[in-house]
Every structure is written in C-alpha cells, then in structure tokens.
C-alpha cells in the first residue's frame, strides 16, 4: 500500500509532470502523452471528490436516520375503511410461532378479517 500522504498528492503529482514534460520536450508524442497523464490526472481527482462525497452524503443520511424518532403504526384511510399498518416491518412478515406467513394465507387471512 502506499502511504496516505504521497496517495492523495498522486493527482497534483499526475499533472504537474504532464505540464512539466509538455514544457519541457519538443516533441509530438511527449505532447501527447504529457496530454494523456494531465487528463488522468485531473479524472483521478474528480473520482475521489465524487467518490468522498457520496460517502458524506450516505453518512449524513444514516446520521440523520438514527435521530429520527421511529413511529411504528401508521393508520391509514382507505375505502372508508380505517387501517392500521406497520411501517417498520420487513418482508416476509412472521406469525408468532416465528414462522414465515406465505403471502396467500395472508391473503386469506385479510379476506376473512374484512367479512
């Protein structure tokens, strides 16, 4: 592994020999090249800024998931009818003997419940 310090300076270190090498030689392929090693340079950098802000973004929104107080029942209206749902329960829901519930005994289940 190479060590944090000389990490983060390799896209600097990228386009500084690119624009040295450009000055310096009179040449079309170290023009070129000098070319390549700048525009790598410069996409290396835009990687990890994106790449770091990203990871910002999702630590900020886990941050902000934890502070938010969680509310477990939600009633809901619909057809006149007042229900009530959970909103933290995950998919497949289980009965209380910790057994799977299938969806058409759920199903069923909703159906004999509304008669």
Do not use: H, N
């Amino acid at each position: 592994m190479l060590p944090q310090k000389l990490y983060e300076l390799l896209p600097y270190l990228y386009i500084l020999t690119g624009i040295i090498s450009a000055s310096l030689v009179d040449s079309m392929v170290v023009r070129i090249s000098s070319i390549l090693l700048i525009l790598a340079g410069v996409f290396v950098f835009i990687m990890r800024r994106s790449y770091r802000k990203s990871i910002k973004k999702r630590l900020d929104v886990d941050q902000m998931m934890m502070m938010k107080p969680s509310v477990p029942d939600v009633y809901v209206r619909r057809s006149g009818i007042e229900r009530r749902g959970r909103t933290d329960v995950e998919w497949p829901i289980s009965d209380a003997t910790g057994d799977k519930i299938r969806y058409e005994r759920r199903s069923g289940e909703r159906r004999a419940s509304q008669c």
